[in-house]
């Protein structure tokens, strides 16, 4: 058994991850345009009328652009919950109601042979979750858009071999940036995004629950740079024993185009291409 696990789109621009695991195909958002999220589902050799559901994160625009023309376009399901659910209907009124599936955050619920963990975030959305994925000894998670490290995300995600984590911003390039007062308060609000130093902290936590290699993810393009948000992580992960790349791999999405694919079997190997 495999999974593979790739960020198509990450940031405030539009967010999208595929996954396959145990011969499902999902998309965790879809908050790029559906022609943008086919034509990054291509170049993995996939095809959007292959995906067996689409889950949507929460109702913020980067994670959802896309969501009603893709899933009409496949007939696909989308999974939320109820949050996120009227949230985005006020918005969509027209949404096709044959494929909406609800589901109460907190409570696992399986699709194909992948049973789902839908866990809450701390972030200014209606009703906000992350997700965790397992088939077999297998498992991954996608976790962004996190105000700060809490008890729940964490523990939800703490044992996934592969994970999709937030690392937004460097707190000191938000302070001397150019962003209004305001914005800058939400950024760094309690509901608002995860900073390097808080996803370099986590990641040492979950190391040393298991977690072998990390797409660091919606980072912002005026508050973050990749190099810095790798080498904060990575000498976390040092600084506590980790040998970088052989004991955990860490990458970092990309923005505007599809990120490297991560390749997990059951038998412990670890590839990306
Ligand atoms: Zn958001
Ligand atoms: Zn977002």
Redesign the pocket.
């Known amino acids: 058994m495999q999974l593979a696990l790739c960020p198509l789109f990450s940031g405030s621009s539009g967010n999208s991850v595929y996954l396959s695991l145990g011969g499902t195909r999902l998309l965790v958002d879809a908050g790029v345009s559906a022609a943008r999220v086919e034509a990054g589902l291509r170049e993995l050799g996939a095809d959007a009328s292959e995906l067996d559901a689409i889950l949507v994160t929460?109702e913020?625009v980067?994670?959802v652009r896309g969501l009603g023309v893709l899933c009409r376009r496949h007939d696909l399901p989308v999974y939320a919950n109820e949050g996120t659910w009227s949230a985005l209907l006020q918005r969509e009124r027209d949404f096709p109601r044959r494929l909406m599936r609800v589901f109460y955050t907190g409570e696992d619920f399986t699709l194909g042979r992948v049973s789902v963990r839908p866990f809450s975030i701390p972030?200014?959305?209606a009703e906000?979750v992350g997700y965790a994925f397992s088939c077999g000894v297998l498992s991954c998670a996608v976790a962004t858009?996190l105000g700060h490290i809490d008890e729940g995300w964490l523990s939800a995600v703490s044992g996934c071999q592969a994970l999709v984590l937030e690392a937004n911003h460097d707190v000191e390039m938000v302070h001397r940036g150019p962003y209004p007062q305001r914005l800058k308060a939400r950024i760094l609000g309690k509901n608002g995004h995860l900073c390097n130093e808080d996803c370099a902290r986590a990641m040492v936590t979950l190391a040393q629950k298991g977690t072998r290699a990390v797409f660091l993810s919606h980072l912002s393009a005026d508050n973050n740079l990749p190099e810095l948000a790798y080498n904060t992580v990575c000498e976390a992960l040092s600084g506590a024993g980790y040998a970088v790349e052989k004991d955990v791999r860490v990458m970092v999405s990309r923005r505007d185009r599809v990120s490297d694919l991560l390749l997990l079997a059951d038998d412990g190997d670890a590839m990306a291409r």
């Open positions: 929460h913020h980067d994670h972030h200014d959305a906000p858009d």
